[in-house]
């Protein structure tokens, strides 16, 4: 039985949320759809429950249509008997506010809150999420549901946690309905405050876009030639500003009735691109993340990683929850990899080394209709006799023998500068090449410095940058000025920073920063680009310290900086690719090519000699390690990727095993290990 959960008066920031969980473990459990099935299953659930060791699910999550299955006619009775049931079983839950998908009344009284592409095509109910997140109609009708589900529950003894809405934009993030436009045009007005601003950021003067009336604008519909980009770029603004609102909007409603910390489950990691979530940290009591492996991807396990070690930085380093991940294969890609013995174990708890003070999936038996039938579970359609559960036992128990490390946070000396503005604006129409993708460089840096036994933060670029020793700054397009000066006094202080081509291109406006490339960082950086030379598809170059790169090359000048390497064959022999520049008691690093992977690691290796940056052990390649730390106590985390047994220096008690490591820890293939390492 868990201890009583105390959140005082008033949930604050992320980790004081985190710090007061006084139960006796990390958080375990999952989200749990009790009306997908009859009650009889209700009590074998809470009792499997308790033999896997979970203690938090998430409930109510797609309940509106049965919560309410007529306009403001409410029937909670089968959630009082679910959520009673669960407090009798020790389980605490994370109730949901159940507005993420609407029920087909709402939308056949309101076909206006319907959300519309950009061709005018409406999508209809019958998936999940069909509303115009503008939508007055939706916003009225899911903050009465607030209302009445936290009213209802604010102080049943088993809810711990709101959880708002779902992944809120994850299938209509973008609506060009003609509320939207409405919505669009009250959101430039707030922007821009009067239209002469308006036609000077977007650049009007150019194919005869000038405004002369707000009512003239709508979103970037379906046009006939490239849509203007500043346009774009504030519409996907505007999109997640929308969505954001929804989430504001549900939590003042929730402030006013409960006491519990509230979340949202975030997508960081995945390649959704829609939601700025640094923007939406604030919003939030402490930050949840779902993730899933992409199964065609042999190294899913980086991803992992980068989406832990980002999920941390949105958080400002503090502890955050894995709201969902998978015990085994989704439904949702082309071909739905089962995760083999073992994996589970290793997902989760590489999850914990990055900062997760709880791992949570989606979901916890496995539904036998509708279109997720086919998604893993923790308890899968076979049962409780299965790989799959025994492996969440062995879960729950080792999240039980690693609760002392609740609340610690992650040791990293180097930051990767990540921007969702600068990935919208780089992945605009009408640039120089369609191969630069703002994931390329973020994540070939970030696997260099896996490969190398380093922890990253990926923070935004905004963020305070004084601990760090090295920061790297891939495809950093669009930049503010603030922030590229303070990544020169970050240099100047000492540091070790290297940007990447195609950065500092434009500012906020998506206006040509003039002078030369890399605009924003040419002082810095002692360099002045004259002119891009992309490469065509598959076409490499060579550069004359051994390397070899391909998709870009630019004709650059290094007035005021050292060449590392220039290319020696390509439509550019002879000019510099990598350069370097000492300034003030740091140094300044650019990469003008897309370099290898071999040559990416070596560029790393020096980077972190020179910042002085040491892996948290030596480790051999495919071993993951990380250390959470917490004042004078610390944690090494070792997860071993790979097929063969592996020694490391470790001092100190492993915890899951309870062996002692008196200078070396044996780590089999494909196991893990946490070692509270003795003080030194
Ligand atoms: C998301 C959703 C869940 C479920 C899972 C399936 O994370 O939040 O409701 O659809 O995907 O992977």
Redesign the pocket.
């Known amino acids: 039985m868990l201890e009583p959960v105390d959140f005082g008066a008033a949930a604050g920031a992320p980790s004081a949320v985190m710090r007061r969980w006084q139960g006796n473990g990390i958080y375990f459990g999952g989200?749990y759809n009790p009306e997908q099935w009859p009650e009889e299953t209700w009590s074998e659930d809470v009792e499997l429950m308790r033999r896997a060791g979970v203690n938090l699910v998430s409930v109510g999550?797609?309940s509106w249509a049965l919560l309410e299955p007529a306009p403001g006619r409410f029937e909670f009775g089968w959630l009082d008997r679910v959520l009673d049931l669960l407090h009798d079983g020790g389980i605490q839950v994370d109730l949901a506010t159940a507005t993420a998908s609407p029920p087909p009344w709402l939308a056949r009284a309101h076909p206006e809150m319907l959300p519309r592409r950009a061709d005018g095509a409406i999508l209809w109910p019958g998936g999940r999420q069909a509303y115009c997140p503008s939508s007055p109609v939706f916003r009225e009708r899911s903050l009465e549901l607030v209302r009445a589900v936290a009213g209802r529950y604010a102080e049943h003894p088993a809810v711990v946690m709101w959880h708002v809405s779902?992944?809120l934009g994850?299938h209509n993030a973008h609506c060009y309905c003609d509320v939207s436009a409405e919505a669009f045009r009250g959101w430039l007005r707030e922007r821009y405050g009067d239209l002469d601003r308006l036609n000077d950021a977007w650049g009007t003067a150019f194919w005869s876009q000038h405004y002369g009336d707000w009512a003239e604008i709508n979103p970037p519909r379906t046009v006939t030639a490239f849509a203007n980009p500043t346009q774009q770029l504030d519409f996907l603004r505007f999109s997640s500003d929308e969505l954001r609102a929804q989430l504001r909007a549900e939590r003042e409603v929730l402030k006013t009735l409960v006491r519990q910390p509230i979340t949202t489950?975030f997508?960081i990691g995945m390649g959704v691109k829609h939601m700025d979530y640094q923007s939406w940290a604030d919003d939030v009591d402490l930050v949840s993340n779902?993730h899933?492996l992409t199964a065609a991807d042999p190294q899913a396990h980086l991803g992992l990683s980068f989406a832990a070690d980002h999920t941390r930085g949105v958080a400002g380093g503090d502890p955050w929850l894995l709201m969902?991940h998978?015990t085994s294969a989704?439904q949702?890609q082309p071909r739905n990899v089962a995760k083999l013995p073992g994996q589970l174990r290793r997902n989760s708890l590489a999850h914990v080394a990055r900062g997760a003070d709880g791992v949570l999936f989606?979901q916890w038996r496995a539904s036998r209709a509708g279109a997720?039938k086919f998604?893993s579970a923790l308890v899968p359609h076979a049962g409780p006799d299965t790989k799959v559960f025994r492996e969440v036992c062995q879960l729950g128990a080792d999240l039980k023998a690693l609760a002392e490390i609740r609340g610690s946070r992650v040791d990293a000396d180097v930051a990767i500068l990540f921007d969702w503005e600068a990935w919208w604006a780089v992945e605009l129409d009408s640039h120089p090449s369609v191969d630069i993708t703002y994931a390329d460089r973020v994540n070939a840096l970030y696997g260099a410095l896996w490969r190398a036994g380093v922890t990253a933060d990926i923070v935004h670029p905004s963020a305070d940058l004084s601990g760090y020793r090295l920061v790297l700054a891939p495809t950093l397009f669009l930049v503010r000025d603030a922030d590229a000066d303070a990544l020169r006094r970050f240099v100047e202080a000492g540091g070790t920073a290297a940007v990447t081509y195609f950065s500092g291109i434009v500012d906020p406006d998506d206006h040509i920063r003039l002078g030369g490339y890399p605009g924003a960082f040419r002082d810095l950086l002692g360099v002045r680009t004259e002119e891009f030379f992309p490469l065509r598809e598959g076409e490499r170059v060579r550069l004359d310290d051994g390397s070899t790169a391909d998709v870009w090359t630019e004709w650059l000048h290094a007035d005021d900086a050292e060449v590392l390497a220039s290319y020696t064959d390509g439509p550019l022999p002879g000019v510099p690719a990598l350069t370097r520049r000492p300034v003030g008691a740091g140094a300044a690093w650019y990469v003008g090519t897309r370099l290898d992977e071999p040559a990416t690691d070596r560029l790393v290796a020096r980077l972190l000699d020179e910042a002085g940056v040491r892996p948290a052990a030596p480790a051999p390649t495919g071993v993951e390690v990380v250390r959470r730390r917490d004042g004078e106590r610390s944690w090494l985390f070792a997860i071993n990727h790979t097929d063969a047994e592996v020694r490391l220096p470790a001092h100190g008690d492993e915890l899951l095993t309870g062996a002692r490591c008196a200078g070396e820890l044996t780590l089999p293939a494909g196991e893990v290990a946490v070692v509270r390492e003795d003080r030194t």
């Open positions: 989200d999550i797609f779902n992944e994850c489950n997508m779902d899933y969902e998978s989704v949702w989606f997720e998604h």
